[in-house]
């Protein structure tokens, strides 16, 4: 009898490490930009940088300096081009404009950077509300980069952003710290997004 009950007890045990402990999968976008209507359009217009993971510290290391980023995509002239400008607060107070070239992979949302042929970026899904995750993938380093169209979204997303992405073997984290200010100055909105029509 005593050992029924040990079992049985053991095995609710087993139960609630696994809930606790359970790692989701998480859905990539695969198929979205297949007719050229369901995407890149509703991934358009303005996105704050919230949050990085990756195995090592050092994969996460570039945005070190970075108080908070402002990024802005459109479409490009060219068929499938999207141009990505962003505008980088950094923990000293300067703005550092920077713009990329995201090239359209036929048939999936993958992303490739004029002139990193050794860079790729793969589009995921977020339950957060306003959210995306990219995964960043170039020669000795990945890192997964949380996206919201709100500078503040619910701290649960961030949770759960660090959560998914510790069940994915990156250990490093590093949140935007914000300390800047809420909004960037009309200098900054100048030097990385006011061509935009999007800079508000």
């Known amino acids: ?14 139960i609630l490490l696994d809930s606790m402990y359970y790692c989701p999968e998480h859905s990539q976008l695969t198929t979205l930009g297949v007719d050229g209507k369901e995407f890149p359009e509703p991934h358009l217009g303005r996105w704050y940088f919230i949050a990085g993971a990756a195995p090592t510290r050092e994969e996460l290391a570039t945005f070190d300096p970075v108080d908070n980023i402002v990024f802005n995509m459109t479409t490009d002239s060219a068929p499938r081009h999207l141009q990505l400008r962003a505008t980088i607060r950094t923990k000293n107070g300067l703005c550092v404009p920077r713009k990329w070239i995201y090239y359209l992979t036929d048939g999936s949302t993958d992303l ?3 002139g990193r042929p050794d860079m790729k970026t793969k589009l995921f899904s977020s339950s957060c509300p306003g959210g995306i995750m990219l995964k960043e993938m170039g020669q000795g380093y990945q890192r997964f980069l949380f996206y919201n169209r709100s500078p503040h979204p619910p701290e649960k997303c961030v949770e759960e952003f660090q959560f998914l992405t510790s069940c994915l073997d990156s ?22 997004l006011s061509k935009s029509g999007d800079a508000g």
């Open 171 to 192: 250990k490093a984290f590093l949140l935007t710290p914000k300390n800047q200010g809420e909004g960037l100055n009309s200098y900054c909105r100048r030097l990385g």
């Open 1 to 14: 009898m005593f050992h029924r009950i040990w079992a049985a007890l053991l095995y609710l045990y087993g």
């Open 112 to 114: 490739r950077t004029e």
